[in-house]
């Protein structure tokens, strides 16, 4: 059974850094694009990153040269650098994967961005 969990949230000053990690299991994780979202209390879940199996990204406009998404394939876990980061931010944050035509999420890490 494939298995998403999220951790290295938290609350962090604006223009602080954070890096989020997504452990996987039940998957051959390196054949699969990874993603992670978020979801600010009110809005829709929004794509943040993704990463191909072969290692290409995308950004969402709004995190694009301050958020890093990054892969390990030996200990099948993906990543998420956040810098600059603005109040804006704040938000629950998923990884996502698309496995044999099943979306999985994980159970989410909060990120709080505030003064």
């Known amino acids: 059974q494939v298995r998403l969990v999220e951790s290295g949230g938290g609350l962090v000053h604006p223009g602080g850094s954070l890096r989020l990690s997504c452990a996987t299991s039940g998957l051959n994780f390196r054949l699969h694009e990874m993603a992670w979202y978020r979801q600010a209390p009110g809005k829709e879940r929004e794509v943040v990153a993704r990463?191909?199996?072969?290692?290409?990204?995308m950004y969402g406009d709004s995190v694009m040269g301050r958020f890093t998404i990054s892969r390990d394939n030996v200990w099948n876990k993906v990543y998420l650098q956040m810098n600059s980061l603005k109040p804006e931010d704040t938000a629950r944050y998923y990884c996502n994967v698309q496995y044999k035509q099943r979306e999985y999420w994980g159970p989410g890490t909060q990120v709080t961005v505030s003064t």
């Open positions: 990463i191909s199996s072969g290692g290409d990204k």
